[in-house]
């Protein structure tokens, strides 16, 4: 039988475990103090909870904890770059950024993606599995732990379709927002997605009230599905108004990605375009140089490509911001340190190391 994911629970789900076990109720609130507040790694760390106790727990149920790998750090932007092992073996990675308004953390929402962008790493492999809450948790509680700093900001933008695992999605960013946990601002967290229109207008009927963030990296169709195969399913008007409703039942901006590749979508005619696509939404462009992954041939946009886009779109009254390139000397961009850690590991296999 499988043992109760604790560490994903809601206080309610586990007040009702415990009672089912004969405990009183409050204990939940001990047990979820121990896990989302204290940030412990162990039952036996639970000293206000009996040991026989601890002891049930350790036989009917896991506390999820994810083990570190590695971690690097750019020696450009203290960027921390981090590799973590699942309890059945997979590896994904987190990334912490360091801004002066806080510390970020980029998480990963599954193993591996089966999105197929064609310029991202995490989908070279196609999907593994879906990360349960807790998995998704233990990447923000890891990072506290490690650098005993508190983290403010949450980008759900690692390897993964946030909205492709919806329910443990949302269930991660209840526990992480919630009372009692730490209590992240549910304002300070992003969820960015490849455009699954039907989840996004899910969300915004959720009642939460993070930011949505469109991966758009074209201004039609015709270019965007070059890139990315998602648009076959759903097309631009279709995502838009789902995003269009988005931001009018939370009120919140939207953030528009535009990763710039030298020659598919960085010249003047798509920067039109796209004006003439987002005039009137609330929301701004974020561009992004792309980050070259070896397996394709796409190439970064100029600096003056960028800036010219960038001040046709701002001279057409959009609100712009180039994204800064963190982490760029430590496999930056996403799915790539994985992927060469898979890539290691596979080769000193076949070496019999
Ligand atoms: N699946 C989600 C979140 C993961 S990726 C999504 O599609 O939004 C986070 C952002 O980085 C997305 O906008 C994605 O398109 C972009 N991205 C992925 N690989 C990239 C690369 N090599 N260069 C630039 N941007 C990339």
């Not at 933008?157 to 269930?171: F, I, T």
């Not at 899910?202 to 070059?226: F, I, K, Q, W, Y």
Request: hydrophobic share 35%.
């Amino acid at each position: 039988m499988e043992k109760t994911d604790l560490k994903s629970m809601t206080k309610e789900e586990l007040s009702r475990f415990l009672s089912e076990m004969g405990e009183k109720p409050f204990r939940a609130n001990q047990l979820y103090q121990w896990m989302h507040e204290k940030l412990a790694v162990s039952f036996d760390e639970m000293t206000s909870l009996s040991r026989p106790l601890r002891e049930r727990l350790s036989e009917s149920a896991v506390l999820t904890v994810l083990e570190p790998v590695c971690v690097r750090v750019s020696g450009i932007d203290g960027t921390r770059k981090y590799l973590f092992r699942l309890a059945d073996g997979n590896v994904i990675e987190s990334v912490l950024m360091r801004y002066h308004h806080g510390n970020s953390v980029c998480v990963s929402s599954q193993v591996g993606c089966r999105m197929g962008c064609r310029f991202c790493a995490s989908t070279l492999d196609g999907l593994t599995r879906s990360l349960t809450a807790s998995e998704m948790l233990e990447q923000v509680y890891q990072i506290e732990r490690d650098t005993k700093e508190r983290v403010s900001n949450v980008v759900v933008m690692g390897s993964g379709e946030p909205l492709d695992n919806y329910e443990n999605l949302v269930r991660f960013i209840r526990l992480l927002t919630g009372e009692g946990g730490l209590h992240i601002s549910q304002r300070s967290v992003t969820v960015s997605t490849c455009g699954l229109a039907p989840q996004i207008r899910r969300l915004a009927d959720e009642g939460l009230s993070v930011t949505l963030a469109l991966s758009l990296h074209a201004p039609n169709d015709a270019v965007r599905r070059t890139l990315m195969p998602v648009a076959d399913a759903y097309p631009l008007t279709e995502v838009l108004d789902a995003c269009r409703y988005y931001a009018e039942k939370t009120g919140r901006r939207l953030t528009f990605e535009y990763s710039l590749v030298r020659g598919v979508n960085d010249n003047l005619a798509e920067a039109r375009a796209l004006a003439a696509l987002l005039k009137g939404v609330h929301g701004h462009v974020n561009l992004i140089p792309v980050n070259p992954i070896r397996e394709r041939s796409y190439v970064q946009s100029g600096r003056a490509a960028i800036e010219a886009f960038r001040a046709y779109l701002e001279e057409h009254g959009i609100n712009v911001t180039i994204r800064r390139e963190m982490g760029r000397d430590i496999d930056g961009a996403c799915g790539q340190l994985r992927k060469s850690y898979l890539e290691r590991e596979k080769k000193e296999e076949a070496a019999g190391t």
